[in-house]
């Protein structure tokens, strides 16, 4: 037996015209998204620094830069997985503006060189804290999202004098489906 469909040049059109229209949809959707910049990609190098204060708020967290400059956080940490960081020079003015809690900031730290201040003014306040006697290391985390889907954590590990001696990233328990409703 043959299978036999009838198509009509009404149904055929109909059937373009939806395709087009559900093109045009994603295409919207797609556009709709792109125009929705993040916080740190609204500032320009060289603007005053009132300018992302005005924005964003009084910073969270702010750090002395080695070159008079300082560093000011907008964190979204404990739950949250962004902390914006803009480096503001000695004069006041923006000199960088950027999303700190990701893999390529995360992999500038130097095992054996980094210590816990260099930690700190790179990535802020960690989300937590904890220490492992029989390591004799003490651990800080910060929360993540790499590429945009997966929900992490990342972990540098302190000996005794404060040095970064280990790093660590693994799937943030908080998003577990497995560890969900457990209590």
Same mark, same amino acid.
């Given at each position: 037996?043959?299978? *036999?469909?009838?198509?009509? !040049?009404?149904? %055929?059109?109909? $059937?373009?015209?939806? *395709? #087009?229209?559900?093109? @045009?949809?994603?295409?919207?959707? !797609?556009?709709?998204? @792109? ?10 190098? +060289?603007?005053? @620094?009132?300018?992302?204060? &005005? *924005? ?24 949250? /997985?962004? $902390?914006?960081? !803009?480096? %503001?020079? !000695?004069? +006041?003015?923006? #000199?960088? #503006? ?10 500038? @730290?130097?095992? +054996? ?5 260099? #930690?700190?003014?790179? =990535?802020?306040?960690?989300? /937590?804290? &904890?220490? =492992?006697?029989?390591?004799?290391? /003490?651990?800080?985390?910060? *929360?993540?999202? /790499? ?15 404060? %040095?970064?001696?280990? $790093?660590?990233? $693994? ?13």
């Amino acid at each position: 037996m043959f299978n *036999r469909h009838h198509f009509t !040049a009404d149904s %055929i059109g109909a $059937t373009a015209a939806a *395709r #087009v229209r559900r093109a @045009a949809l994603v295409c919207l959707s !797609a556009l709709a998204l @792109a125009g929705c910049a993040q916080p740190w990609q609204q500032f320009q190098q +060289g603007a005053d @620094a009132s300018t992302i204060v &005005a *924005r964003l708020g009084p910073p969270r967290e702010s750090y002395d830069l080695p070159n008079g400059g300082k560093r000011l956080m907008w964190p979204t940490q404990p739950m949250g /997985e962004t $902390t914006t960081a !803009a480096d %503001i020079d !000695a004069t +006041g003015k923006i #000199v960088s #503006v950027r999303q700190v809690l990701q893999p390529n900031e995360f992999y500038r @730290a130097e095992i +054996g060189k980094w210590t816990k201040s260099d #930690v700190l003014v790179n =990535f802020g306040r960690p989300v /937590e804290t &904890a220490y =492992f006697p029989l390591m004799k290391r /003490e651990v800080w985390t910060y *929360r993540y999202l /790499e590429d945009n889907v997966w929900y992490m954590m990342y972990s540098f590990y302190f000996d005794d004098q404060g %040095i970064v001696r280990l $790093t660590q990233k $693994t799937p943030d328990p908080l998003h577990d489906p497995n560890r969900r409703n457990l209590f």
